[in-house]
Nanobody, 124 residues
Framework: QVHVAESGGQSVQAGESLRLACVVS????????MAWFRQAPGREREFVAA??????YYADSVKGRFTISKNSAKNTVDLQMNALNAEDTALYFC???????????????????WGQGTQVTVSS
């Protein structure tokens, strides 16, 4: 059974940094793709970042501020978020896609396993 669990979300001020962690069991993070998505109230779930093999992918809105990293030994995927702003406020989800192909890394429908989310709130 695959279990995905996020942690690290909290309330911060604009300009501050946060690091989110995703711990995966029952599935290796080296298989397929791992990704972070987010969902703000009243909005659809949107792609934030993904890693497939050794290649990272980012949404334009976070490029240069967020960094996704994979730790194969610990079977974790972290999201370092710098220079946060109010638009980054959302529930952040970690997702695992054992069969996700490169062209679909930004598509939430390509991921099989999801965590419950961790809340990030940025005050301006």
């Amino acid at each position: 059974q695959v279990h995905v669990a996020e942690s690290g979300g909290q309330s911060v001020q604009a300009g501050e940094s946060l690091r989110l962690a995703c711990v995966v069991s029952g599935h290796t993070v080296n298989r397929g793709a791992m990704a972070w998505f987010r969902q703000a109230p009243g909005r659809e779930r949107e792609f934030v970042a993904a890693v497939k093999g050794g290649t990272p992918y980012y949404a334009d809105s976070v490029k240069g501020r967020f960094t996704i990293s994979k730790n194969s030994a610990k079977n974790t995927v972290d999201l370092q978020m710098n220079a946060l702003n109010a638009e980054d406020t959302a529930l952040y989800f970690c997702a695992a896609g054992p069969s996700t192909i490169t062209s679909q890394v930004r598509n939430p429908g390509a991921y099989y396993y999801w965590g419950q989310g961790t809340q990030v709130t940025v005050s301006s």
